[in-house]
């Protein structure tokens, strides 16, 4: 089933067409500055299943020296979107409408979390990226 997304104003929409297909929380040092959170959360989906529903004109995004970067809504700063090289990869869990289908599986980039948060749960935890699943 499809998945709608949207920012704070409301004015930038997305779908995934299929739903997502997996979630993390990423507590590497350029998400954390990103969000200005302890740590980031994404959800994954199948390649070609995401697009933009409306206010594609609004979204801005900002890219680091790797080709890692982030989409977010001009008008009310809410970031959507994880990208890679221009390319949306991932979508904010927190920008999705109503349950995402999904539940947040594992904590990545751990080795670089802030020292100040401790993690309290029982999920895997990955010092750098989790293993690219092979299917
Ligand atoms: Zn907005
Ligand atoms: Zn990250």
């Known amino acids: 089933m499809a998945l709608l997304g949207k920012c704070l104003c409301g004015?930038?929409?997305y779908q995934i067409s299929e739903g997502l297909i997996d979630?993390?929380?990423c507590?590497?040092?350029i998400c954390r500055r990103h969000h200005?959170?302890?740590f980031a959360t994404y959800g994954q989906f199948s390649d070609g299943d995401f697009s933009w529903l409306s206010g594609a004109e609004l979204v801005k995004s900002y890219n680091t020296d790797s080709g890692a970067g982030w989409c977010f809504c001009s008008e009310c700063g809410a970031t959507l979107a994880g990208s890679e090289k221009g390319k949306v990869t991932s979508v904010t869990l927190a920008s999705i409408v109503g349950d995402p289908g999904v539940k947040p599986a594992s904590h990545i980039f751990v080795g670089s979390k802030a020292c100040?948060?401790?993690i309290c749960d029982d999920l895997?935890?990955?010092?750098h990226r989790a293993?690219?699943?092979s299917d």
Not at 124 to 127: C, T
């Open 11 to 13: 004015k930038v929409r």
């Open 27 to 29: 507590h590497c040092s």
């Open 116 to 118: 100040w948060y401790d």
């Open 131 to 133: 293993p690219i699943k």
């Open 124 to 127: 895997i935890q990955h010092s």
């Open 36 to 38: 200005g959170a302890a």
């Open 23 to 25: 979630a993390d929380h």
